[in-house]
């Protein structure tokens, strides 16, 4: 059973525009939720994070959504730069158990110059 | 430079050989944990370290070792090898156990073939 879903395995934009890349889950004891980027033969990196006490965090071009009722945040990047391209993993996980992350399957974003 | 390092970065070998993979951080992180990445599946857990000796279960373990004799190393071991297990495998630490400001860092990953 999967727990954290990206339903969409890819998407492009174009430079300048608004990135929103979703991500969806199905543990209510989830109470983190992280968003990982990935470029190719590099280990995943941390972008942000958000508790489940708030519904928005921003940094700088990255802000990620919490809709708690619905158990779906996303992440919104703008302006999208062709540097952004890369594999965005959604990670969820229970602070309050073993602190286990359950990730997602990842999304592809292209950004087009 | 605060990093975690796995060695190697490609590994082929045949079913049944031991081996190793090592991971070792420099950030005096308690909390260390190993993934596999496979195609169409995401990041799966294969086991973590909560501190010195004290290693548990993640959700994928058959066929994998681990050990924590020291803070800084978190080797990964496989006894015999299989062809299920060719995989993308990383290494990660964290400050804490995942919560609130204690991100996971990842090593670079090492590309296991198993033939």
């Known amino acids: 059973d999967q727990q954290v879903k990206q339903n969409s395995p890819s998407l492009s934009v174009q430079e300048g525009r608004i990135s929103i890349l979703n991500c969806d889950y199905t543990n209510s004891m989830f109470d983190y939720f992280l968003w990982y980027k990935k470029y190719p033969a590099e280990g995943p990196t941390f972008l942000i994070s958000i508790s489940s006490i708030k519904d928005k965090n921003e940094d700088g071009r990255f802000t990620v959504f919490l809709n708690k009722s619905a158990k779906h945040l996303s992440l919104h990047i703008v302006p999208s730069q062709p540097g952004d391209s890369a594999v965005y993993f959604c990670?969820?996980?229970?602070?309050?158990?073993?602190?286990?992350?359950?990730f997602g399957k990842g999304i592809t974003l292209s950004v087009r110059p | 430079e605060a990093q975690v390092t796995q060695n190697p970065r490609y590994l082929i070998t045949v079913t049944g050989k031991k081996l190793t993979v090592t991971c070792s951080q420099n950030m005096n992180h308690e909390y260390m944990s190993w993934y596999r990445q496979d195609p169409g599946l995401g990041l799966r857990q294969i086991y973590y370290s909560m501190n010195v000796e004290v290693t548990d279960k993640g959700d994928v373990p058959e066929g994998y070792k681990v050990s924590r004799k020291e803070k800084r190393n978190f080797p990964l071991i496989l006894e015999s090898p299989s062809p299920n297990q060719t995989s993308l495998y990383f290494c990660?630490?964290?400050?804490?156990?995942?919560?609130?400001?204690?991100?996971?860092?990842f090593g670079n990953g090492t590309r296991l073939t198993v033939t």
């Open positions: 990660a630490s964290s400050l804490f156990p995942t919560g609130n400001n204690s991100p996971l860092h």
């Open positions: 990670a969820a996980t229970d602070t309050g158990a073993n602190s286990k992350l359950t």
